[in-house]
DNA sequence: AAGCTTCTTGACTGGATGGTCAAACTTGAT
DNA sequence: ATCAAGTTTGACCATCCAGTCAAGAAGCTT
């Protein structure tokens, strides 16, 4: 009788994060960097396997010796990328300038679409279909935290130091407008011209949006 | 010899549109709506002829009796979506008064958001997936015209009748605004709760964002 | 009702795809 | 150098899926 040896993937089945070697570490960021490519153009089920791995410059199965599955891949991007989601509003300070807080979080948001745009479109993926892995994440952390942000903005609107707006859709606007460069890039890049940077005067733009909208 | 006998879908190869019966306009419509239902959802690949054959009601080998194959029902859907994709911003008229004319223009574009929210995510997934079913259509028609109402609405801040901005990041905007609610309704609907429409206020919201844009 | 055309579908095929496994190879500690 | 653990992969399997086909059912026309 022969007893299966463990793989790394299985090892890591626990909830507390196991000691990998540093191959592992290596080639486990080199699957997820190239799931993340492969999964924000592709979406989960329009990627394949053979994608990610020739992508990653791995065999097949070596991925799955690595993950236990397709869904494991996909599932460690999404945790990973929610983990960082909220950040930017959540660095919104109540205590802070309105007009300055506001325009500082429009501009993390559009660092973000710079800087992460892979990680925008696959979370642009799951919501397009209705948002089924992170349903949980939205109903609970995203959604109470921007009704505390909303919350925050209604006061400073109520207080006069900002324009009269609607929070809510005053942080979809934020939301529309910086992740549309991530999102969209394709299209703006075709339209601008392809030796032009999509998000190419993007902030002085939304700059003088929220200037005008705010200013009470 | 069997002399095979020619299919609807074969006979409609040809450029012009032929004759259909009542049967044809009718089952190639409700395949087309199913279609939409599922591609606009799990995108190309995602979907399944299977998936699509029970959202219309019909078998399978049906559908492949009234289009070619699953390729032919999506640039169906795709043709007949680009189509109308161009009007509301082809009906803006460089005569009219500027503020109106962008007013409408924003306008026009939420209601589609209303009305074929669909549409919207089926072609935010071709665009998400680097546009390539579309590109010749970006490239030529829609650069096009998007050049030539960027000269429009330059025309109208160089004589001063509305503020400075840069025309091409004004339409982003309004694409990125509008489509937002039809593209990301399912997180709208998530965190606004899910009694509310997700379009509720918001083309209160836009009015008053683009009102205070626009002021000269 | 007969006879022709159009429409419908159960059963099937070939290729793609997620996942398995045992054997081989590599690494590192002694 | 040796050995055990960790890593890699060719070959394989089961399922899914787009597309085919031949035979039968439903509509039309006379």
Redesign the interface.
């Given at each position: 009788m022969s007893v299966p040896r463990a793989t790394p993937a299985e090892k890591s089945g626990s909830v507390k994060t196991p000691p990998r070697s540093r191959i592992q570490r290596r080639n486990r960021q080199i699957i997820l960097d190239a799931a993340l490519e492969v999964f924000?153009?592709?979406?989960?089920?329009?990627a394949t396997l053979d994608q990610i791995a020739v992508q990653a410059g791995l065999s097949k199965p070596n991925l799955l010796y690595y993950f236990d599955s397709k869904d494991a891949i996909h599932r460690e991007l999404l945790t990973r990328l929610l983990d960082t989601w909220l950040d930017p509003l959540r660095m919104l300070d109540a205590g802070g300038d309105p007009q300055t807080e506001i325009m500082a979080y429009m501009r993390r948001k559009l660092q973000m679409s710079r800087d992460f745009p892979r990680e925008s479109?696959l979370f642009?993926?799951e919501?397009?279909?209705?948002?089924p892995r992170v349903?949980g994440f939205?109903?609970n952390d995203?959604?109470a935290l921007?009704d505390d942000k909303a919350r925050v903005v209604q006061a400073w609107t109520d207080a006069g130091r900002i324009?009269k707006?609607?929070p809510?859709?005053?942080i979809?606007?934020i939301?529309?407008?910086t992740?549309?460069?991530a999102?969209?890039a394709?299209?703006?890049g075709?339209?601008?011209g392809d030796g032009h940077d999509p998000l190419d005067?993007?902030e002085?733009?939304l700059k003088?949006?929220y200037t005008?909208?705010l200013?009470p």
């Open positions: 924000s153009t592709h979406g989960f089920r329009g479109r642009a993926n919501i397009l279909q209705g948002a349903e939205i109903r995203l959604r921007v324009a707006t609607d809510y859709h005053l979809f606007s939301w529309a407008l992740q549309h460069y999102d969209f394709a299209q703006i075709m339209i601008r005067g993007a002085a733009f003088h949006l005008r909208l200013a």
